[in-house]
């Protein structure tokens, strides 16, 4: 701190005005300085941030008091469209109660979906962080001069349409398709397994699929960051390559593991269209798609509602310390 | 053998070939894909032979020459330069406010516009779907919405690019510019945004890129098949009748946003040339990402 507040100090010296400060300035003068940026007018930032800060009310927050009053809201006895009610007041959680019971009521045919869509996503991304790692770790250590190559490499998924490395797939697994021709002329298989006929193993290797390139990121960056001197110091120290890995690279990567662990899984847990191109069963059906075919069908948007508010209060605990990490990060980083 | 285990400075074999596997694995799909649309026959896995057919040589079903994937292709890059020419400014301002601007109003905000980068984004697409269609009625379903839509969502890009760049550049150099006698705006317009220029341009293309693939919030927000961009169209089509048209497409796709990021990354390295040796250029391009 003390090296960021000289400037600040030198700054009012500078200054040229009827009334000049004290020097050297007192502690609470030097802090003021520094808040209040000196020579701005006070709305100058705020001027900057208003066109975004109107945006997110408009199109981010609202949105989200419309599903509030949608969820607690009445349906039209008519055409059982939703009507929304805008007075808090008057909530009514009917809809909620309509999906508790759809969900552990003795019928409950969506509690599975909500069963199924944790252990998926369980699977989906360990098996992620499982590849992502030896992965990441080779890149900062080892990668040498092909390190740019290979970070090229890792990045192109990312700009490969999601929606085409799934047709790919698609294309591979159908029952003529080469992975099924491969597996028989190798003779794994007697005859073409049908991969995309509702089968939870496509399903979490194509989420792995899909989704691994945030893990590989998130790692890099994490293990970029561990300062390759303290490696060195285990060695000297007489520490095993094994040892030094278990009690030094992997405790200092922690973060990174959580943080790559929070990225592939949220957009896991919305998606629907990964579980829709490569099974299409609703044996498989996740949260993502109950939230679709809410969408989809009528009289069913009050579900959806619910739906949501569900899946944002079970994500909350991941999407806010995520938050909470990348706003400490960013601190440090501007200290 | 012993020996060759215990040597500290082997190299790590077993970790080569697992990477090299990955990668592999990460690309092969999409190059046997990208292989097909070459196809001279109808299959999607079986090789008939290089032709062009799919691209512009079949007179109905090839891309050029159906009228609605033709649409589709346009429209999704049309789509991508609107919101990048939305998102962008207003994200970089956002960006330059909130980091300037300490208040609690400010952390809120900043609190929102990191919500919408984590939330999954079906849950924002439903919530924009039922706000137009319940509440803010004059805005069609269609173009405009989608176009709202997706400001919305990329908003978060922009600003968190151009704060962690703002974080490295800090303050000094637009107070230097001010000692000089240069006003607020001035030393905004001279200094702060060309030191800013190379996360400016990373985040448009990162925006461009991303609203090309984008499909949840798009396909929400449509009005009919004439909103629907290429990867709705893929999706529609990918388990029903598939010719290899549909690779071609999305071999098109796939270019179109290659050669954004090939030109991004050139005019990154220009914008950032003399502060990092060309080794690490790629690296610092990766990080923008």
């Known amino acids: 701190m003390a090296t960021k507040e000289a400037p600040a100090a030198t700054r009012e010296s500078g200054r040229a005005g009827p009334k000049l400060p004290r020097w050297p300035p007192t502690r609470g003068a030097r802090r003021a300085s520094a808040r209040a940026g000196a020579w701005h007018p006070r709305w100058f930032w705020p001027a900057f941030a208003a066109p975004g800060m109107v945006w997110l009310v408009v199109l981010f927050l609202l949105p989200f008091y419309v599903v509030l009053s949608i969820a607690f809201g009445a349906v039209d006895p008519l055409f059982r469209t939703p009507v929304p009610v805008w007075n808090p007041v008057q909530w009514n959680p009917f809809q909620f109660q309509l999906l508790y019971d759809r969900v552990f009521g003795p019928d409950g045919f969506l509690g599975p979906a909500f069963v199924r869509t944790f252990v998926y996503v369980a699977a989906a991304s360990v098996l992620c962080l499982l590849v992502a790692y030896p992965v990441a770790y080779y890149v900062t250590r080892h990668a040498g001069r092909r390190k740019g190559l290979i970070l090229v490499a890792l990045l192109a998924p990312f700009w490969v349409s999601y929606m085409m490395r799934m047709l790919a797939w698609v294309n591979l697994l159908e029952s003529d398709g080469m992975v099924n021709r491969l597996l028989v002329s190798v003779g794994v298989l007697r005859e073409p397994f049908p991969w995309l006929a509702g089968q939870p193993v496509t399903v979490t290797l194509g989420l792995v699929y899909g989704y691994i390139p945030y893990m590989v990121l998130a790692l890099y960056a994490g293990l970029d960051r561990v300062d390759q001197r303290l490696l060195e110091a285990a060695r000297d120290l007489g520490a095993s390559r094994r040892r030094t890995f278990l009690l030094v690279t992997l405790p200092l990567s922690r973060q990174a593991i959580l943080a790559g662990l929070v990225v592939t899984s949220l957009p896991m847990f919305g998606d629907y269209f990964t579980n829709d191109l490569l099974s299409g069963s609703p044996r498989t059906s996740m949260v993502g798609n109950l939230v679709n075919d809410a969408i989809g069908s009528p009289g069913q948007g009050g579900q959806a509602a619910a739906l949501v508010l569900v899946m944002i209060a079970l994500l909350a605990v991941p999407m806010l310390g995520y938050i909470r990490s990348t706003r400490r990060a960013a601190r440090e980083a501007g200290r | 053998m012993r020996r060759w285990l215990t040597d500290p400075w082997r190299k790590p074999r077993l970790l080569e070939t697992l990477v090299w596997g990955y990668l592999a694995w990460s690309v092969l799909p999409v190059a046997i894909a990208v292989w097909f649309s070459f196809n001279a026959g109808r299959s999607r896995s079986s090789w008939q032979g290089f032709s062009l057919r799919w691209y512009w040589q079949d007179p109905v079903l090839s891309v050029w020459h159906d009228p609605e994937l033709q649409h589709a292709l346009v429209y999704s890059l049309r789509l991508a330069v609107l919101t990048t020419l939305v998102a962008v400014p207003i994200g970089v301002a956002f960006a330059i406010g909130l980091d300037r601007w300490h208040g609690r109003l400010a952390a809120g905000f900043n609190f929102q516009m990191l919500l919408s980068f984590v939330l999954p984004e079906i849950l924002l697409a439903v919530a924009l779907l039922f706000l137009f269609t319940n509440l803010l009625k004059a805005v069609q379903l269609g173009a405009t919405a989608q176009l709202l839509g997706l400001v919305t969502f990329q908003l978060s890009y922009p600003v968190i690019i151009c704060r962690a760049r703002l974080l490295s550049i800090g303050s000094e150099y637009e107070e230097a510019a001010m000692d000089l006698g240069a006003s607020p705006v001035k030393a905004l317009r001279h200094v702060l945004l060309p030191l800013l220029s190379p996360a400016i341009f990373a985040s448009a293309v990162l925006v461009f890129a991303d609203v090309i693939d ?54 990154y390295r220009r914008l950032t040339r003399g502060e990092r040796s060309q080794e690490s250029t790629v690296e610092g391009f990766a990080a923008q990402v």
């Open chain 2, 214 to 267: 984008d499909f949840v919030l798009v396909r929400y927000l449509s009005a009919d098949a004439a909103s629907e961009p290429m990867s709705v169209k893929i999706y529609n089509s990918a388990r029903s009748s598939p010719t290899p048209a549909l690779n071609a497409l999305a071999t098109i796709m796939l270019c179109s946003s290659l050669v954004a990021i090939a030109l991004g990354f050139l005019v």
